[in-house]
């Protein structure tokens, strides 16, 4: 067992420093400077993956524990930017409203419409603000407004953003009154945003049933391990043991990815 684990960390280790070592080649003949955030988020989560399974490894003298540990962090570290994707593009879609009466204003009182991008920019807070600001710079660089709207509008990860925008570029291209078509996507926008509230509101219950099953495995075995420390000791110090801990620590995570899911209501 010790044979083994020295040469899976050792070709984990091997692995990782030719990793480094091309990466850094490369970046050398581009005459740019290394360093770890330089890295995009998939490497930098392979890095972060081998270094936890070769320290656990390491420290605990077990492959199976460090694979465990491996895979937990990978369920964490996606379920956290989820969370965090999910909450950004929330408060975008309720940002749009801001957007749209600013927009909306500064048409009325006469501005361009690149004019009421750059006032929006301005006015309004991140993160609808970054989008705004990305589309302001390639305005200054030269890029037909046409093609910013097109861009923005491709590269928008809010439905209710790219709505927007959608519809300033075929307002333009149509030569519609860009008012009247603002109040009343206001006025849907703000309803949609309502009833995805109210959707958020009545799945929270799910999404924390599947938080109390996906712990409730462990306490059990916990608390198991309290009371008959000898018969789950083998749970932890045989290899049928680890293997059947291994498939445990898979088939909670799995559901509790499952039942995230479903509470997911896309409209």
């Known amino acids: ?27 050398k003949n581009k005459k740019k400077s290394f360093s770890f955030k330089s890295l995009n988020s998939k490497r930098k989560k392979l890095i972060i993956s081998l270094f936890i399974f070769i320290l656990s490894s390491i420290l605990l003298q077990n492959i199976i524990f460090a694979l465990i540990l491996c895979i937990i962090y990978l369920y964490f570290d996606w379920y956290i930017k989820a969370q965090n994707r999910r909450r950004s593009l929330h408060l975008i879609d309720k940002q749009v409203i801001e957007a749209l009466i600013v927009i909306k204003s500064a048409v009325q009182a006469g501005k361009s419409l690149q004019n009421a991008i750059n006032i929006a920019q301005n006015e309004l807070k991140t993160p609808i603000k970054s989008e705004f600001e990305k589309m302001s710079n390639s305005l200054i660089l030269g890029v037909s407004f046409d093609k910013v709207l097109e861009d923005a509008a491709r590269n928008a990860k809010s439905n209710e953003f790219k709505l927007m925008l959608d519809t300033i570029r075929i307002s333009k291209d149509t030569g519609a009154s860009l008012s009247g078509i603002f109040e009343r996507i206001t006025d849907s926008t703000s309803q949609r945003i309502a009833i995805q509230s109210k959707i958020i509101a009545l799945t929270a219950q799910g999404r924390m049933s599947g938080n109390i099953v996906s712990i409730i495995p462990f306490i059990i075995v916990f608390m198991m391990y309290v009371i008959e420390p000898d018969m789950m000791k083998s749970l932890f110090i045989t290899l049928p043991g680890n293997i059947l801990l291994l498939v445990v620590v898979i088939m909670v995570l799995v559901g509790s990815f499952v039942i995230r899911k479903m509470t997911e209501i896309d409209f």
């Open 1 to 27: 067992m010790i044979v083994i684990l020295f040469l899976v960390s050792f070709a984990a280790f091997i692995f990782c420093f030719i990793y480094f070592f091309t990466d850094k080649v490369k970046i």
